[in-house]
């Protein structure tokens, strides 16, 4: 009987995202651009989880992290130095925590978070070129469920050309969510079936103003998180 209620669950969980028309795949704005991406898998009852950016930083890029922790009550993150929290949603099972570091010369490519007691996780690491100097976070918006439909809130922006970055995460971990990512994002991480669900989607703001919400309008019954981040952008022109 259960094994039927999970498959029926699974059918139920084919998602179907939109969002409106004030954003676009196409870097036809000169913002920031994502140089690379890496995911980390699912470790179970740990206490410390790493992220590697790869051997191709430069200083002056930024990375944002994406730790996505499962289970238990909402534990003490010890942040590694030099990174800095964007924002931090939870359920009762599923928390995303995001981060952006200031990569200078020399820095080693991993970065370890520890956790004051274990937790299963995992997540994903964005390395990004041509962002704002000091302060590249513009504006952000959190939000989480148990059921319904997973939203990225809409965010607004305060100056042209932004990077708009969405952020979901869900504790769904069996075969058959097949997300339908919205048409005028980038899928730049998608995680599926063989861990915990989540995605990392890329857009781009051409003037200032609200973005759209990012809905996935098929109704979940699983806990779930997501936010989007927009990352002002730096000088280089398109």
């Not at 991993?110 to 004051?116: A, D, E, I, M, R």
């Not at 971990?173 to 730049?188: E, I, Q, R």
Request: hydrophobic residues 40%; aromatic residues 6%.
């Amino acid at each position: 009987m259960l094994k039927r209620s999970l498959m029926v669950a699974a059918a139920v969980l084919m998602v179907a995202c939109n969002s409106g028309p004030s954003q676009t795949a196409d870097n036809t704005v000169g913002g920031a651009n994502i140089v690379s991406s890496a995911k980390s898998p699912m470790v179970k009852a740990t206490t410390t989880f790493s992220l590697d950016w790869g051997k191709d930083a430069k200083a002056g890029q930024v990375a944002i992290a994406d730790v996505i922790s499962y289970g238990g009550p909402k534990v003490a993150i010890t942040v590694p130095a030099g990174w800095q929290l964007i924002r931090d949603d939870s359920t009762s099972t599923t928390r995303q925590s995001l981060y952006w570091h200031a990569i200078q010369a020399n820095d080693p490519s991993t970065s370890t978070w520890t956790f004051s007691a274990p937790v299963d996780a995992q997540g994903a690491i964005l390395l990004l070129d041509n962002v704002a100097s000091t302060m590249p976070v513009d504006m952000t918006s959190g939000n989480t469920g148990n059921g319904g439909t997973v939203t990225a809130k809409s965010v607004a922006t305060t100056a042209d050309g932004a990077l708009i970055l969405g952020f979901y995460a869900t504790d769904f971990h069996l075969d058959g969510l097949s997300p339908s990512l919205p048409a005028d994002t980038t899928a730049v991480i998608n995680q599926e079936a063989t861990s915990n669900e989540f995605w990392i989607l890329a857009s781009y703001q051409n003037q200032s103003a609200a973005t759209e919400d990012q809905v996935c309008s098929a109704a979940q019954i699983f806990n779930w998180a997501a936010a989007q981040v927009a990352i002002k952008r730096g000088t280089a022109t398109p």
